[in-house]
């Protein structure tokens, strides 16, 4: 799971405009699925990174953080406002391909308009022009190929028994997704593609809050 040469440059870059400006801008800039507008818009930055060191025995595992006041955080216990628009977006250093623990986690579920914004190099494809740049962006998308699926963001039973939202994650890209929440409850966020370690790649990082599984809190 190296990653690729141009990835982290893209991810500081990103971040270091997310830390400037808020990442809310880049989101309602660059086509998302539903642009945020008005108040009460709630922005959940998360990022993937892979080689955290777990343990002796399982060796490194990848982690999803929570990007809050400019630094990475515990995933592990996710606070978010009820009766919310939840815009999310995905930094995923990851450029590691796995398989689903059901077909159904390759499709984007419980996002506005069941779509998912995607930026990976291939889609943004920038080019040299007028002596700066032209750049192409990204891509919605409403499901991810088998091909390419990284990690997902599936907090389950979200909107009842067997509804859950679920962001799918391409390796080596940015995703872009709202969500709205509904009245509290105490639900689990988990990554639907067996990541870990194990013959199955279910331990480790896979059974671990903080790292693919945690807790999610609506107040
Ligand atoms: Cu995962």
């Given at each position: 799971m190296n990653m690729n040469n141009w990835f982290p440059a893209v991810i500081a870059t990103l971040l270091v405009i997310g830390a400037g400006i808020g990442v809310g801008y880049v989101l309602e800039n660059v086509g998302s699925p539903q642009a945020a507008s008005g108040n009460g818009i709630y922005h959940l930055d998360l990022v993937v990174t892979t080689d955290n060191y777990f343990n002796a025995s399982v060796g490194q595992q990848p982690a999803f953080f929570v990007l809050s006041g400019g630094k990475l955080v515990s995933s592990a216990n996710i606070t978010l406002p009820s009766d919310t628009t939840i815009a999310v977006t995905i930094f995923n250093y990851d450029n590691g391909n796995g398989t689903p623990?059901?077909?159904?986690?390759?499709n984007v579920t419980g996002t506005t308009g069941g779509t998912e914004f995607v930026m990976n190099n291939t889609l943004v494809n920038s080019t040299y022009s007028g002596n700066s740049i032209s750049v192409s962006g990204g891509e919605t998308v409403s499901s991810v190929n088998v091909s390419v699926i990284s990690h997902t963001f599936t907090i389950l039973n979200?909107?009842?028994?067997?509804s859950n939202l679920n962001i799918p994650v391409p390796e080596s890209s940015v995703v872009q997704a709202t969500f709205t929440t509904g009245a509290p409850g105490q639900f689990i966020w988990m990554c639907q593609?067996?990541?870990?370690?194990?013959i199955d790649g279910v331990s480790g990082a896979m059974a671990t809050a903080g790292w693919m599984t945690g807790s999610i809190t609506i107040s």
């Open positions: 623990s059901a077909p159904q986690f390759l979200l909107y009842g028994t067997g593609v067996p990541c870990g370690s194990g």
